[in-house]
């Protein structure tokens, strides 16, 4: 596989569940990001891994965690959402120092009900 | 705050003709602007992108424009065609490689 993947591509959960999104890149990129979507909006940075270590936390609800276990993998593990938490969750990595902008995955698309 | 805006949400234009995709930002610390395309279920794709070193890069079908004094950058699809039609992201950094700041996009129309 080339690219960044992320899995599920679509995701429906309960406001007490637990879930979690996973990315995986296999760019040899230094640097790797969750990124909000909602309707009408930017898209919004929420986390920022260099080198698997966290550099960027967003000011994001906590009900959000990431975690980095080495540098093509990058999870988010989600509990207790609520429905305004409903959107389309991207990641993208990038190489730092390098014109090369980001790549980004195809996206989750969470519903939360 | 936004830092990055992208004050049109949408833009319907003619097969052939041109596309001026516009985008303004506030932070002047910006120093690398970039346009990414996104279709429908896709992540976005990088376009085109410029450094602030320069005032315009074109690659094909797609020029980008800047003009830091007044902080705006354009984007230009000449001609257009109708697999131009997705949404158009502007995104700036401080850094290669790091840390992009997105605008909200502009949904462009190409009608053939």
């Known amino acids: 596989e080339t690219g960044v993947t992320q899995t599920p591509r679509h995701l429906v959960m309960g406001m007490t569940n637990k879930k979690s999104l996973k990315c995986e890149q296999h760019l040899g990129h230094n640097a790797m990001y969750w990124y909000k979507q909602s309707a009408k909006k930017p898209l919004e940075l929420m986390f920022v891994y260099n080198f698997k270590e966290q550099t960027e936390n967003n000011s994001v609800p906590s009900r959000f965690s990431p975690e980095c276990p080495n540098s093509s993998h990058l999870f988010l593990h989600l509990h207790t959402l609520q429905p305004e938490d409903s959107a389309l969750y991207l990641c993208?990595?990038?190489?730092?120092?390098?014109?090369?902008?980001?790549?980004f995955g195809s996206g989750t698309r969470l519903t939360v009900v | 705050d936004q830092q990055v805006k992208q004050n049109s949400p949408s833009l319907s234009v003619q097969e052939g003709r041109i596309s001026i995709l516009n985008c303004d930002y506030t932070n002047s610390m910006f120093d690398y602007f970039l346009w990414y395309k996104k279709y429908p279920a896709e992540g976005p794709t990088f376009l085109i992108s410029i450094s602030s070193i320069k005032d315009k890069n074109e690659d094909g079908r797609f020029t980008v424009f800047l003009n830091k004094s007044a902080k705006h950058l354009s984007l230009h699809i000449v001609p257009s065609q109708p697999g131009d039609s997705a949404v158009y992201f502007c995104a700036a950094s401080v850094e290669y490689g790091n840390k992009l700041v997105f605008g909200a996009g502009t949904i462009l129309r190409v009608k053939s």
């Open positions: 993208a990595s990038s190489q730092r120092g390098m014109n090369y902008g980001y790549t």
